[in-house]
């Protein structure tokens, strides 16, 4: 079975401030990892993904995440915070087989970005 | 062109009530997922649909919870006499193997809550 943590349910920044999220990973086989966010009232969104490419992901919105084998890692980071990069993130990872790729989601982090 | 459209936004039920929820995928996709987001549980897979094979089922809590999906496309999930641990946010996801299938994409999600 697959899972993944977040570690931190909560992170404050000020805005310009350097965002990280932490996710780590747990399975068995080699994974694809997912980060996505959700803003209040409204479904998730696919910021990134790492399906055994390249290991330095970027995605969208000036984010971007690093798969590391060795430390069961698949951090989350943009080097200056915005106004609007405060939502609930969450990583994902899936066991892909025979086209089914359904999720497991970690607990998630609220981002809140201080002016 | 149109995302992952899901009906109805909102839904209140009594205890016992029989609720369903559709979800309407982007067409063409042919991979469609049901995910349960709740306080206690986080976020949760339910099934998963792929083209006309026989549904995993394997996310389902319960007998009470039944999906179908007609003509593979629309997809409807069923609760019978919900109960209050029910109440939460029910999302539906769908993805296109032609492109890898590994990106799911996903609607605004039902709010369900069981009085």
């Known amino acids: 079975a697959q899972s993944v943590t977040q570690l931190g349910s909560h992170v404050s920044v000020s805005e310009g401030a350097l965002v990280l999220l932490r996710c780590n990973y747990s399975s068995s086989v080699p994974p694809y990892l997912f980060w996505y966010v959700q803003y209040p009232n409204q479904g998730l969104q696919l910021l990134l993904k790492y399906t055994s490419a390249a290991t330095l992901v970027i995605g969208i919105n000036g984010f971007e995440a690093e798969f590391k084998k060795s430390e069961t890692s698949f951090h989350l980071t943009k080097p200056s915070a915005h106004m609007s990069d405060a939502a609930e993130y969450f990583c994902?990872?899936?066991?892909?087989?025979?086209?089914?790729?359904?999720?497991?989601f970690g607990a998630g982090t609220t981002v809140t970005v201080r002016a | 062109g149109a995302g992952v459209s899901q009906s109805p936004s909102n839904k209140v039920t009594e205890k016992g009530k029989d609720v369903e929820l559709r979800c309407d995928p982007i067409?063409?996709?042919?991979?469609l997922y049901w995910y349960r987001q709740s306080l206690g549980q986080g976020l949760e897979f339910l099934i998963y649909f792929q083209g006309n094979s026989a549904p995993d089922k394997s996310g389902l809590p319960s007998d009470r919870f039944s999906a179908e999906r007609t003509g593979g496309s629309v997809s409807t999930l069923t609760i019978q006499r919900t109960q209050q641990e029910d109440s939460a946010v029910y999302l539906c996801?769908?993805?296109?193997?032609?492109?890898?299938?590994?990106?799911?994409?996903f609607g605004p999600g039902t709010r369900l809550t069981v009085l």
């Open positions: 996801a769908s993805s296109s193997t032609r492109t890898g299938g590994d990106t799911q994409y």
């Open positions: 994902a990872v899936s066991v892909h087989r025979s086209n089914d790729y359904k999720l497991s």
């Open positions: 067409s063409g996709h042919t991979a």
